[in-house]
Structure formats: structure tokens, C-alpha cells
């Protein structure tokens, strides 16, 4: 089936979304049964084959909602945040521009949103205002400076997470040389295991509970905001 027959095929099967709604997602792939991860669930609502990369939904989401599924930790997180999102992801199947459009929206976000988040918590202003004055990222010609800021930070911190993150960064960036490995960057780049981490950090050296609230609700506020957009894309 054509993509554009599939934009058009996809509907919200409403018995099917009452059900996944009456149970918890998880994180994990499963085989065929009464468990989900969200992905999982949006095949199923879909009525499409058993699958985490349904057809009705476009690659580079599914990427990112699998990413950020596995990354939450509790099941009542993932129920919060990504729930709602099932019914609005079906029928978002794209390919081509579109698709990598939105590589470099979740690219983009990563870097000059998330990763300033990050830093922030961690009391590392100057880096989040570095990262947050970068020129938007919409293609690989701007990832030159990325990769040698990434670079310079990895060689500049000591604390352990810092470096981790830093080098982690630097690796993710110099895969990317070209518009054709946009999906595989941006399914790097999705950094909601490296948030979990930072709050784990900030809670150890002692950070106030509303410190770190504050960035998981900016976190959650800008993730979702994302998304909207990305669903939102058009051809």
C-alpha cells in the first residue's frame, strides 16, 4: 500500500483505544499480547499487525515515542505523557521531505532545548547559553560547530556525567555527515535517558525536589511540544 494510501487507510479503532486506555503501557518491546509499550499500542488502536513501527505512523516519531517510552521511569509516567499522544500519531505516515523535516525538528530540540535543560539543572549556565544560541538545526551544515562545542566540553569537564554526556554528544555528532543519516541522529539525539541521569546527579549533590521538577516539567512541556509540531508537519 501506498504512503498516501496509508494517511488515508489509518483510523482510531475506539473499542481498541478504551482498552489501551484501561491498561498501563510498559517499556520494552513485547510479543503479541496484552502488554504495550506505546508504540505497541498505537499498531494495535490502528488496527494494524503487531508491530513498535506501525505503518500509520511516521518512522521518525515512532522512533522518538519508543526512545522516550524505554527512557520513563515508571509506567505511570509513560501512561501521563505518552497516552494521549496514541490517537493523534495515527495517520502521520510521510516519508521522504517530511520525515526528515522532522529528523532535524527532534535534532534541533535536542540540542538547543534539551540539552541547555540539562545543563541548567546542573548549574552550567554558560553551556546551556551556548548551546541555546546555536543557529537552528535544519541540515548537516550546521552540525560543524555542534560537533567541535561537544568537543571542547568533553575536554573542558571532569565530573563524570559531564564527561559521559559530553563525549556521548560528540560521538552522536560526528555520525552525521550527511542529510541521509538524519533518522539515525536524531534516534541518538533523543536525550531522555541522559535527563534521567542529570536528575540522578542533581538529587545526589543535593539539588531541592522543586529543582529538579522544574526541569522535568520544562522537559515535558518542550517534549510535547515537539511532537505537536512533527504531527502537525504537513507535505
Known amino acids: 500500500m501506498a504512503e498516501s494510501e496509508l494517511r488515508i487507510a489509518a483510523r482510531v479503532h475506539g473499542d481498541r483505544l478504551k482498552q489501551i486506555e484501561s491498561l498501563s503501557l ?5 510479543t503479541p499480547d496484552s502488554t504495550f509499550c506505546v508504540m505497541e499500542a498505537a499498531a494495535y488502536v490502528a488496527g494494524e499487525p503487531w508491530s513498535d513501527h506501525p505503518a500509520c505512523v511516521d518512522a ?3 522512533d522518538l515515542l519508543i526512545r522516550v517510552n524505554d527512557s520513563l521511569p515508571t509506567d505511570q509516567e509513560r501512561d501521563r505523557l505518552l497516552k494521549p499522544l496514541i490517537p493523534r500519531i495515527i495517520g502521520t505516515s510521510s516519508g521522504g521531505e517530511i520525515s526528515e523535516r522532522r529528523a532535524w525538528m527532534v535534532i534541533d530540540w535536542s540540542l538547543r532545548t534539551v540539552l541547555p535543560q540539562i545543563f ?3 548549574k552550567m549556565e554558560t553551556e546551556a547559553a551556548k548551546w541555546e544560541a546555536m543557529e537552528e538545526f535544519t541540515s548537516s551544515s550546521a552540525l560543524a560547530r555542534a ?8 575536554l573542558a569537564r571532569d565530573r563524570d556525567l559531564d564527561r559521559a554526556l559530553a563525549l556521548d554528544l560528540a560521538r552522536d555528532l560526528a ?10 541522529l536524531a534516534r541518538e539525539l533523543a536525550l531522555a535517558r541522559a535527563g534521567e541521569l542529570a536528575c540522578a546527579r542533581a538529587r545526589a549533590l543535593g539539588f531541592t525536589k522543586e529543582e529538579i521538577k522544574d526541569f522535568q516539567d520544562k522537559w515535558d512541556y518542550s517534549f510535547l511540544a515537539l511532537v505537536g509540531r512533527m504531527i502537525e508537519l504537513k507535505p
Request: charged share 35%; no cysteine; aromatic share 0%.
Open 175 to 184: 555520525l552525521a555527515r550527511d542529510l541521509a543519516r538524519a533518522r539515525a
Open 147 to 154: 560537533r567541535d562545542l561537544a568537543r571542547d566540553l568533553a
Open 120 to 122: 541548567r539543572l546542573l
Open 60 to 62: 521518525v516519531i515512532s
Open 26 to 30: 510498559k517499556s520494552g518491546s513485547h
